[in-house]
């Protein structure tokens, strides 16, 4: 089976470059391997003889710029180097890198860019340690202007490692080429629409010594949690495939819950029952076929349910309404010790109140899915949970504190879970941005956990499946369709 896709931060790759040379391999030899990279993904976005021209920065990404130039000089481009600074000021293996480098070394703001068939941004990788002014600024904004190809060596300069935040302005790569393992920006929001397709080249730091430094980062992929996925055997019983109860708004929006439960049943969660204020029961009873209904008036009628033991997996949110009541059911839930899913309404209840919940999931398996806003409403007033520039160390912060699995989404969706782990999705679309998908994803969550999927790997599993199903219907996608697609990728990912 492959492995799932480690993702390093700078400091870890940094760790991990480290522990490779005491290992052996000579930090100038990991760079003549970057730079030869480099040259290779240069020549597959240039015709032989191009004029290719190089903008190296003062650190380490500017001596792969001045490798990959010497390489590129040698298989007959035309090459130009400009550098950002001076010689004199370059250190360590950039120095070592630029000696081997025989053409002139331009200044980077006499370059003409137009001229180039292809530019090489080596001005900055995961170095980058301030936003960028004056002579860096203008290279960039010139390099994007001039409209020319431009390959990134490791990550586009402006572009922050950890965050993919743009320092002030960022280069617009047609494609970039990282070394070892992929970074943070490369899977999140902005960085990712600043990189092109991005390639990982292998230079020789090893799988183990990738895992030692880094390990708790991946991209969200089937490889990181296919291994969880309930197959039901030949004798399976609708009931060991777990009970889904999702709690269901007033007579007047009811849908969501609807919506979720379909989800669940979808998903394979072997009963699903709507759970519905009394006023609401005649309406749900139109709509529900295979799913069934049950009578639930608030906190105490969610107590009585759950004295049923067989209710594993609850949904709490969708449509529930925004008030002490939906936190009654909250506490209802918590103090059952099910399985949970909580979005919507019975996030935004508590705000400002976030500290209700710190430490209140860690007794069973919790999923809390916010959008940005519901994050930043429900942890307003906790400046160590909204504040910090990269989104996984958000995510981190707030599973951390709640003792819940966090489902930060948009269109880098981050998942992570009190222990540390943490996945970024990338298979989102645009499309997912319709009324009712996030109630569809809490059943899909909700669902997997009530088949005993571990609460971190129901979450990327579901967040993962939700988006695959929509980017397979594409344009007029609505949250009713989401369902029905769900039985066609699990297809595939069985197979
Ligand atoms: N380690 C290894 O073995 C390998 C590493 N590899 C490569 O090394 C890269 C990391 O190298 P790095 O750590 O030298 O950082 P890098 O991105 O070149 O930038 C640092 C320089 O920029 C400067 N600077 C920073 N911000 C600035 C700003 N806003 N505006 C202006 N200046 C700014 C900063 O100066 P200072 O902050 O001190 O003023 C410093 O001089 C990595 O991305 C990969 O390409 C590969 O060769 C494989 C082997
Ligand atoms: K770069």
């Known amino acids: 089976m492959t492995a799932p896709e480690l993702v390093l931060t700078s ?39 191009d004029r290719i021209i190089v903008a190296a920065g003062p650190g380490q990404n500017g001596g792969d710029g001045f490798i990959a130039a010497a390489l590129l000089f040698d298989r007959g481009y035309q090459v130009s180097l400009g550098l950002l600074g001076t010689p004199d000021r370059l250190a360590g293996d950039a120095a070592e890198a630029a000696k081997g480098w025989y053409g002139k070394v331009e200044r980077v703001e006499d370059l003409s860019f137009h001229g180039a068939d292809l530019i090489i941004d080596a001005l900055f990788g995961t170095g980058l340690a301030r936003d960028l002014e004056g002579a860096a600024r203008l290279a960039v904004e010139r390099m994007n202007a001039s409209g020319r190809p431009i390959l990134a060596v490791d990550l586009p300069s402006g572009i922050d490692g950890d965050s993919g935040a743009v320092r002030g302005v960022a280069v617009k790569a047609t494609r970039t080429v990282t070394f070892a393992v992929r970074k943070p920006c490369h899977l999140l929001m902005p960085g990712r629409a600043y990189c092109g397709p991005v390639e990982v080249a292998d230079i020789g730091i090893g799988g183990d010594t990738l895992e030692a430094k880094g390990g708790t980062l991946f991209a969200n992929h089937a490889t990181l949690w296919t291994h969880a996925l309930p197959r039901p055997g030949l004798s399976s019983h609708k009931y060991e495939r777990g009970h889904t109860l999702v709690a269901s708004g007033g007579a007047t929006r009811t849908g969501a819950a609807r919506l979720a439960a379909r989800a669940a049943l979808r998903i394979g969660s072997g009963l699903v029952t709507v759970a519905s204020p009394p006023e609401a029961l005649g309406v749900n009873a139109a709509h529900l076929t295979a799913i069934m209904l049950r009578g639930c008036d608030g906190p105490e009628g969610l107590n009585t349910m759950l004295q049923d033991q067989r209710f594993n997996s609850l949904v709490l949110g969708p449509a529930l309404g925004i008030h002490a009541g939906t936190r009654a059911m909250v506490a209802v839930a918590v103090h059952a010790r099910r399985s949970l899913v909580l979005d919507a309404d019975a996030l935004t209840s508590f705000e400002g109140l976030a500290t209700e919940l710190h430490g209140a999931f860690r007794h069973a398996p919790s999923v809390l899915t916010p959008h940005d806003g519901e994050f930043n409403r429900l942890f307003k007033g906790h400046p160590d949970l909204v504040d910090p520039a990269s989104k996984i160390e958000r995510v981190r912060r707030a599973a951390a504190y709640t003792g819940a699995v966090v489902v930060l989404k948009g269109a880098d969706t981050v998942i992570a879970a009190p222990d540390g782990r943490a996945a970024i999705n990338e298979n989102g679309t645009p499309y997912l941005a319709t009324a009712g998908s996030g109630d569809t994803l809490c059943g899909l969550i909700a669902g997997l956990m009530a088949q005993g999927v571990p609460a971190f790997e129901a979450a990327c599993a579901g967040v993962w499946i939700h988006a695959e199903a929509g980017a397979s219907f594409g344009p007029g996608l609505i949250a009713e369709d989401l369902a029905e697609l769900v039985p066609g990728v699990l297809r595939d990912l069985l197979r």
């Open 11 to 49: 400091s870890e790759m940094r760790q991990a470059d480290r522990a490779t040379i005491e290992n052996g391999i000579p930090g100038i030899e990991l760079m003549r391997r970057a730079g030869r990279a480099v040259a290779d993904s240069a020549e597959k976005l240039a015709a032989p003889g």
